[in-house]
């Protein structure tokens, strides 16, 4: 189990070493056009082959971890603290607030985000830097990606309120705010924790969507969403390299799932 | 001397009105007094009443809950809070699900005491007190490498914390194996003879009331309809249920049926302190 | 396919390509003889084909999308018919035809013996009462706008049972042509879709999933040995939206024809199976980009004089590599533009046009005397402003994204800043046509119409298409006021040399000008099951099956 978590770690601190700073150790840079070696093979001077428009696949894979690696574990820890705040708070108070709040999660999970998120998008101004741009995609996921996690909080924190341990600790005599703090909170965390996990590869996903909708990463820049866009009239079976970033996605969200602290204590004690 | 704890309660859930119709019960100091009925009748509803959590149920409570010559169900809850786990301690009944898996043992242990202010203290002795191992290290164990014999000490060393005059045990063996089982009455009986403190033992386990307890109230349909001294119920039951519940005492085996002897005699004190094989064989001849 | 807006169209459609690859225009393509066409004719079998939507309707008047346009291919009858291979109008309800010398009226005699599949012969009055409905305004049947002029519509008259004349208000150089699309509907149905003159009947429509055609018995044409056509008992066309799912049908023979392939699938598929592919060559669709010139639009002053600078724009134009966009973005299978008109449109394509010559360092002397200057790689206005611009184009389209982005690494050279803007087609429309919002768009036409007077909607200044300064109250640039002049003058007449001349002479003004920078015309590109015999490929849709009760499965496949 431990040797699992270190490798995950291992793994994790690779990636993102090799991500801090790709333009010491690249081939090329993301936007440079080989035109003359466009769709090229794996070679010892493009490891990954190149794209239709002759760019290095390892750099732009690459850069895209950086932007991917950096933005969406950023965007999935607001809306999973948004969710925190919003299901937890509606299963503590309760009453009006616990409607208020939970109708608001379901309008959210009902609307048709993708069409406000493209009307957000014609209302931005069109000469924003494409840094910018995936900075402020990321954010409205994290911002609008509250809603689902939130549910899940709230039944978990109403499943621990009837829980034993709860009742218990109200039949000590502790105050609402030790009970929070102390019962609540910590059993919460792995909770929150596997949300965290779930909406880490769910991003990097819904960026690769809004991509097509013309949201997100702009052109040329790398994203893991522009880049797994490439399977779609790439053929997977002829061009295995093309499976690079989905191997790479599946070990970084395998790994975090790794590295979630596991149940189990250090030694049995009876 | 007034009694320590009276009530005379009537219980409703929404859609389960009339739990608990008129329940009358009482408690003297240093008194261990068994409630004894079946399963859904009402029996943890009482804990709760008296620990005012019957409001995360949805239950109501009505009638009066006199402590200590304070009527409980007139506090508020700043009141009431007090009173819970200072005053009155609880023995839950699945020890495991009573401890917080994320928590460890020292710091349920401070929670309990930050509760109610208590001073810092070492807790060596009061993990002897329920036999317990008392190094530190023992207390920075997570919950779940306890066993459930364990976690139920454990449990009571958390009712213990503050020393309250009485303590709510429901159903607190029901969980266990019958070694185990035996194991926790000795500690309940040794706690009672040792601290003076009061309990309200909850079971429908006729044998271990007959082992433990001074008197014994029987509740059917949500009333009390036979209360006394232990032996004097079992030997002379006058309420047809408390018959039927007798009649429905199984085969007994060896130790329940010493149990029932050592309720019967007058010097049962002395028995407890012995594990039940060997008080199986001491008293075997009685039968 | 989605149409333009609610820009109100006359004689072309503009039509933006949102899912797929653009669907054909009319040219005679280098096509691929079929082997099979020379075994003998055998009749029977089910022809199978995907739409790639369902359809929007089965009124032949107001179809206006793909899927509803080959439903009305292989069940209307037309007065004439445009060989698609040959560009030639032919022969069809129509047995003959006279274009009156001003080109105002079109005299057809129709054919005699041909029944509908009630019974009931056709005859004038059936001509007669399709115009009839079709031009009532209530119908808003896209195909009656090519009927409808500023100065009125167009009358239809019978003379006798066989004989009809159609008067237009003004002269219309080749408006045979227009007849093609109008399926002719019996005068005594009351609704439509009524079972009609094509070569097969409507016999089923699952919604959502397929519809499925059957022989019409009483279609009136014969083969060459009498045969009666069609010689396919039915027609299946499956609603399959996912084209990868279609090429997996296709090699598994459960689907014979692929119209409209993808460049990818293209190269895909000519590996497998080389012979069942077809490049028709290129069509008269075209990918452009154009700078946004209008005087009310909300961008800065300085941008609105570079897009208004025709050293500017010919500069952007200059440093475009187009054989790259037609290498990299369409493999190969597209044809660098020379001008507004595809090479393919013979009949009035300005062959005098020569190709764009990159050639950074003197366009950059061009533009340092015109006041940019070039600082440290990036080029600079006479304000100081570095030129940096957007181009907006539509989210979706894989391809029109990689041609911006060539575009982007073009213009680096030059020192300008592309940002690259992929917006969802309402608020690109939105942008285009009414907020002017934008820098610069690029786009691409499809079903481009052959005749000059096809694209007067474009180049005509007052248009409400002209798209990158419409509806101008008086042509704002002396070579707008002369496009305007030449494009009236080659309306005026029906004499096609004179004409050409004129359009000749529109070509050149763009292209000098470069109001709309011209990129690629793409290829149609096509699959063809190697049983299926009788295919005449071309280059303008249908590209495959125009000529549906010709084809014929060869016995030794025959299904």
Same mark, same amino acid.
């Given at each position: ?123 931005? =101004? ?103 866009? $490439?399977? $779609? ?27 979630? =602290?596991?149940?189990?204590? $250090?030694?049995?004690?009876? | ?287 | ?6 820009? @109100? ?19 005679? /393509? ?34 206006? !999308? ?38 105002? @009226? ?5 054919? +005699? ?46 003379? /006798? ?12 150089? /080749? ?30 429509? +699952? ?116 054989? !790259? ?26 062959? *005098? ?11 950059? @002397? ?13 080029? @600079?206005?006479?304000? /100081? ?8 184009? *539509? ?21 300008? +800043? ?46 409400? *298409? ?94």
């Amino acid at each position: 189990m431990t040797l699992l978590r270190r490798g995950a770690i291992g793994v994790l601190m690779v990636i993102a070493s090799a991500a801090v700073a790709p333009e010491l150790w690249t081939p090329a840079h993301y936007a440079t056009q080989f035109r003359e070696a466009a769709d090229a093979e794996p070679s010892g001077r493009f490891p990954l082959g190149t794209d239709r428009l002759g760019r290095d696949r390892l750099s732009r894979l690459v850069y895209g971890t950086r932007v991917s690696l950096l933005l969406a574990p950023a965007a999935a820890l607001l809306s999973c603290g948004a969710a925190a705040l919003m299901g937890g708070s509606a299963a503590v108070a309760g009453g009006l607030t616990e409607t208020g709040i939970m109708a608001l999660a379901d309008l959210c999970l009902s609307l048709p985000w993708l069409f406000l998120l493209l009307t957000m998008r014609a209302l931005l =101004p069109l000469n924003v830097s494409p840094q910018t741009s995936i900075a402020l995609t990321f954010l409205l996921l994290g911002v609008l990606g509250w809603a689902g996690p939130a549910r899940v909080i709230f039944a978990t924190v109403r499943k621990l309120q009837s829980s034993d341990f709860i009742l218990q600790a109200h039949a000590a005599g502790l105050g609402p705010r030790q009970v929070f703090l102390r019962h609540l909170t910590p059993n919460l965390a792995p909770v929150l924790l596997a949300q965290f996990c779930v909406a880490v590869p769910l991003y990097v996903l819904a960026e690769a969507t809004l991509g097509m909708l013309g949201l997100g990463v702009a052109e040329p820049l790398p994203s893991w969403g522009n880049i797994l866009r $490439e399977l $779609e009239s790439g053929n997977a079976l002829s061009q295995p390299w093309l499976l690079v970033p989905v191997v790479l996605l599946a070990l970084v969200v395998a790994s975090f799932q790794a590295v979630m =602290p596991a149940q189990t204590g $250090e030694k049995d004690y009876a | 001397m007034s009694p320590l704890l009276k009530i005379n309660i009537s219980v409703d859930y929404p859609r389960n009105p009339g739990v608990l119709q008129s329940l009358t019960l009482e408690a003297h100091a240093g008194e261990i007094i068994g409630l004894v009925g079946r399963s859904g009748e009402g029996k943890s509803t009482v804990t709760m009443a008296i620990l005012g959590l019957l409001g995360y149920k949805g239950g109501k409570c009505a009638g009066e809950i006199l402590f200590q010559g304070r009527n409980l169900l007139e506090l508020n809850q700043r009141e009431m809070r007090c009173v819970r786990g200072k005053e009155i301690g609880l023995v839950p009944q699945s020890p495991l699900a009573a401890l917080n898996p994320n928590l460890r043992l020292r710091a349920h242990l401070e929670e309990a005491r930050r509760a109610h202010d208590g001073e810092k203290r070492d807790w060596a002795g009061l993990m002897e007190s329920v036999s317990l191992p008392s190094e530190a290290a023992f207390l920075d164990q997570l919950p779940r490498n306890l066993s459930v014999g364990m976690a139920q000490r454990f449990m009571i060393a958390m009712a213990m914390v503050h020393r309250p005059p009485l303590l709510l045990a429901d159903e607190p063996t029901s969980a266990l194996d019958m070694i185990t089982q035996a194991e926790i009455l000795k500690l309940f009986a040794r706690l009672n003879r040792e601290q003076g403190v009061a309990m309200l033992y909850i079971s429908h386990d006729l044998a271990s009331v007959a082992s433990l307890c001074h008197r014994v109230a029987i509740l059917h349909q949500g009333k009390v309809v036979e209360c006394g001294a232990t032996g004097d119920v079992f030997q002379n039951p006058q309420h047809a249920f408390t018959r039927q519940l007798i009649a429905a005492i199984p085969q007994p085996p060896q130790s329940s049926l010493v149990a029932m002897g050592k309720a019967l005699r007058p010097d049962w004190n002395e028995a407890e302190t012995m594990a039940p094989e060997q008080a199986a064989s001491e008293h075997s001849p009685v039968l | 396919m989605t149409k333009l807006g609610k820009v @109100k169209q006359t004689r072309w459609k503009l039509y933006l390509l949102i899912a797929a690859i653009a669907c054909g225009a009319l040219v005679l /393509g280098p096509g691929v003889l079929h082997s099979a066409a020379l075994d003998k004719p055998a009749p029977g079998g089910e022809l199978r084909m995907s739409l790639y939507a369902d359809v929007k309707t089965l009124d032949p008047w107001l179809s206006d !999308d793909t899927p509803s346009d080959t439903v009305r291919y292989l069940t209307e009858g037309v007065l004439i018919r445009i060989n698609r291979r040959t560009q030639q109008p032919e022969a069809e309800l129509a047995t003959s035809w006279k274009v009156s010398k001003d080109g105002r @009226k079109i005299e057809f005699q129709l054919r +005699k013996g041909v029944q509908f599949p009630d019974g009931s012969p056709f005859a004038a009055r059936d001509v007669i009462s399709t115009f009839d409905h079709l031009l009532d305004p209530s119908l808003h049947a896209p195909v009656a706008d090519s009927f409808k002029f500023d100065q009125g519509v167009v009358k239809v008259t019978a003379q /006798g049972d066989y004989t009809v004349t159609a008067a237009f208000p003004v002269p219309v150089p /080749g408006s045979e042509r227009l007849f093609d699309l109008v399926a002719v509907v019996s005068a005594k149905s009351s609704s439509r879709p009524a079972p009609g003159l094509g070569a097969f009947l409507i016999q089923e429509r +699952k919604p959502g999933t397929s519809i499925l055609l059957r022989r019409n018995p009483s279609y009136w044409k014969h083969d060459a040995n009498g045969h009666a056509l069609p010689y396919f008992d039915s027609v299946r066309l499956d609603i399959q939206q996912n084209r990868d799912l279609e090429l997996l049908k296709f090699r598994r023979g459960e689907v014979s024809v692929i119209d409209v392939l993808s460049p990818d699938l293209f190269e895909r598929l000519s590996k497998e199976a080389p012979g069942s592919v077809i490049d028709s060559g290129p069509t008269f669709d075209s990918d452009f980009m154009w700078f946004n010139q209008t005087a009310k639009s909300p961008v800065p002053a300085n941008k609105k004089e570079w897009f208004r600078s025709e050293v500017f724009r010919r500069a952007v134009s200059g440093a475009i590599n187009r054989a !790259d966009i037609a290498r990299l973005v369409y493999k190969g299978h597209a044809s660098p533009a020379l001008g507004p008109v595809s090479p393919a449109n013979k009949l009035w394509f300005n062959a *005098n046009i020569k190709p764009e010559v990159i050639d950074t360092s003197l366009t950059l @002397k061009q533009l340092i005397q015109s006041g940019f200057t070039l600082q440290s790689g990036s080029l @600079k206005d006479h304000t /100081g402003a570095p030129v940096e611009f957007s181009i907006i184009t *539509n989210a979706g389209n894989k391809s029109r994204e990689l041609m911006a982005t060539l575009i982007q690494q073009d213009l680096a050279k030059l020192g300008i +800043k592309i940002n690259v803007v992929t917006l969802d087609f309402p608020s690109l429309i939105e942008r285009i046509t009414r907020s002017f919002d934008y820098e610069a768009c690029l786009l691409g036409f499809t079903n481009v119409e052959a005749d000059p007077n096809g694209v007067m909607n474009i180049y005509l200044s007052s248009a409400s *298409n002209h798209a990158w300064n419409p509806g101008q109250k008086a042509p704002e640039t002396p070579w707008e006021h002369e496009v305007d002049k030449l494009m009236l003058a080659q309306a005026a007449t029906p004499d096609y040399h004179a004409r050409k001349k004129n359009f000749d002479r529109v070509q050149e003004i763009i292209r000098q000008q470069a109001p709309i920078v011209f990129l690629v015309h793409p290829n149609a590109l096509s699959a063809v099951a190697p049983s299926l015999a009788g295919v005449s490929p071309s280059a303008s849709y249908p590209h495959t099956f125009w000529n549906a009760e010709n084809l014929f499965f060869t016995k030794k496949s025959g299904q």
